[in-house]
């Protein structure tokens, strides 16, 4: 699985939305880029992937360059409840019981 | 909204002491996981499971680790000898077809 870049931290005004950047240089034709959050050592959530359009779901926005070598997830209008760690893994398909491979993450702070 | 349930919340054990953590997986989700965060690090996958036998593991999932599905609902995680190092968020997770995996709350374990 292609390696991912992501900032250590972040902050977030509340109603403002949050865009965090994601690298991954070395992605292949067959990877998927998901984001999930962990809300302090709580389970982590999955919150959206994709492959090369952009998506959106009740959650947020996944935008991914065309060349596919980065992406950014945009909360829309963060909450103070959206304060979590952010991951962004790229996975293959290939493997059926394929695993996560969680980074270090970006630590979002959203401020009141 | 169906989701992955664990127990216990938090189990506290002595060194040397065999273990059972405990997962219900989503009902009609096919591939079940470990994952374990200690204290200030990352997520860690452990192991995947489809179809009654393990796919995947991890370097960490040794001899002292074991998975089992014993009733086609529950999933459990085994350490038959726990060590310090063992001391860990420990989080199951299920997916069906599709590729975003839900996990669940976590157990934390303490090993003293």
């Known amino acids: 699985d292609a390696k991912t870049t992501q900032p250590p931290s972040m902050d977030c005004a509340e109603g403002r939305a949050a865009n965090l950047p994601c690298n991954h240089s070395t992605i292949s034709g067959n990877e998927y880029v998901y984001w999930y959050r962990q809300i302090h050592s709580q389970g982590p959530q999955y919150i959206i992937h994709g492959l090369k359009n952009n998506e959106t779901n009740e959650m947020a926005s996944l935008i991914i360059t065309e060349d596919r070598k980065s992406s950014t997830l945009i909360l829309p209008h963060a909450t103070l409840r959206d304060t979590a760690v952010y991951y962004c893994i790229v996975r293959g398909v290939s493997g059926s019981a394929r695993q996560l491979t969680f980074g270090s993450g970006t630590q979002l702070t959203v401020l009141p | 909204e169906p989701e992955v349930t664990q127990t216990p919340s938090h189990q506290v054990t002595q060194m040397g002491q065999e273990v059972i953590l405990r997962c219900v997986p989503i009902?009609?989700?096919?591939?079940f996981y470990w994952y374990r965060q200690i204290l200030g690090q990352k997520v860690e996958f452990l192991v995947s499971f489809y179809n009654n036998e393990i796919s995947e593991k991890s370097e960490i999932f040794d001899d002292q680790f074991s998975v089992e599905r014993p009733d086609g609902s529950n999933f459990t995680l085994k350490i038959r000898s726990t060590k310090l190092e063992d001391s860990a968020m420990y989080f199951c997770?299920?997916?069906?077809?599709?590729?975003?995996?839900?996990f669940g709350p976590g157990t934390r374990l303490t090993v003293t």
């Open positions: 009902s009609n989700h096919l591939y």
């Open positions: 997770a299920s997916r069906a077809t599709h590729y975003e995996q839900y």
